[in-house]
């Protein structure tokens, strides 16, 4: 059963850059694509964008200046970072695997708070 | 960017009834929308792919409809575990592959 874990901090400041990464396990990260989503709190979700092997990359255009989505198939890991942050970009952040076809997301990490504040 | 508009945004039901949301894209998206359910505090889980297919391991009781802009989700006999938020997500044309706003279902 696949298993993704999401990591890092849970407070970054204003201007900074967030930086994340998630763990998979019980898959390996060349065989798929992977994707990156957000939640406000009490809001709706966001996509930020996927990759696949860091090749194939696609980012929300509301974000594409500040986003980087990477794998690390070392580590069997993906990485985000997205620079200058404001208090909008405080949220729970989820990883997620890209199924084939219908790009379905499943399944999801358990997704980490990261609240933007000086 | 393609607009997802779900409605109703909350509904009340009760255990044992029949349940439907939809979901509206701004414009065709041919059978590309994926349904999710999410519980306070937990991620999202896929309920259903390619706007009709079951994801494994859903119970049956749920089940997706429609193509182009209008889709629907159908619970049938809702369960006291069926209570949740409920996303719709097009998944036709990216970037971005945008979600509706959600449809929150409550117990009546």
């Known amino acids: 059963q696949v298993q993704l874990q999401e990591s890092g901090p849970g407070l970054v400041r204003p201007s900074e850059t967030l930086s994340l990464t998630c763990n998979v396990f019980?898959?390996?990260?060349?065989?798929?694509?992977w994707s990156w989503n957000r939640q406000p709190p009490g809001k709706g979700l966001e996509w930020i964008g996927y990759?696949?092997?860091?090749?194939?990359?696609n980012y929300n255009p509301s974000l594409r200046s500040r986003v980087t989505i990477s794998i690390d198939t070392s580590k069997n890991q993906i990485s985000l970072k997205l620079t200058s942050v404001t208090a909008a970009d405080t949220a729970v952040y989820y990883c997620?695997?890209?199924?084939?076809?219908?790009?379905?997301?499943?399944?999801w990490g358990q997704g980490i708070l990261v609240t933007v504040s000086s | 960017d393609i607009q997802m508009t779900q409605s109703p945004s909350s509904l009340s039901a009760s255990v044992g009834d029949r349940a439907t949301i939809t979901c509206r894209a701004s414009?065709?998206?041919?059978?590309?929308l994926n349904w999710y359910q999410q519980k306070p505090g937990k991620a999202p889980k896929l309920l259903i792919y390619?706007?009709?297919s079951l994801q494994s391991g859903v119970p049956s009781r749920f089940s997706g409809s429609g193509s182009g802009t209008d889709f629907t989700l159908t619970i049938t006999s809702l369960q006291p575990e069926d209570f949740a938020t409920y996303y719709c997500?097009?998944?036709?044309?990216?970037?971005?592959?945008?979600f509706g706003q959600g449809t929150k279902l409550e117990i009546k």
């Open positions: 997620a695997r890209v199924g084939s076809g219908w790009i379905q997301l499943d399944p």
């Open positions: 019980g898959d390996s990260i060349s065989r798929s694509y």
């Open positions: 990759t696949y092997h860091s090749k194939s990359l």
């Open positions: 414009q065709s998206i041919s059978n590309y």
């Open positions: 390619g706007a009709s």
């Open positions: 997500q097009q998944t036709y044309s990216a970037p971005p592959y945008t």
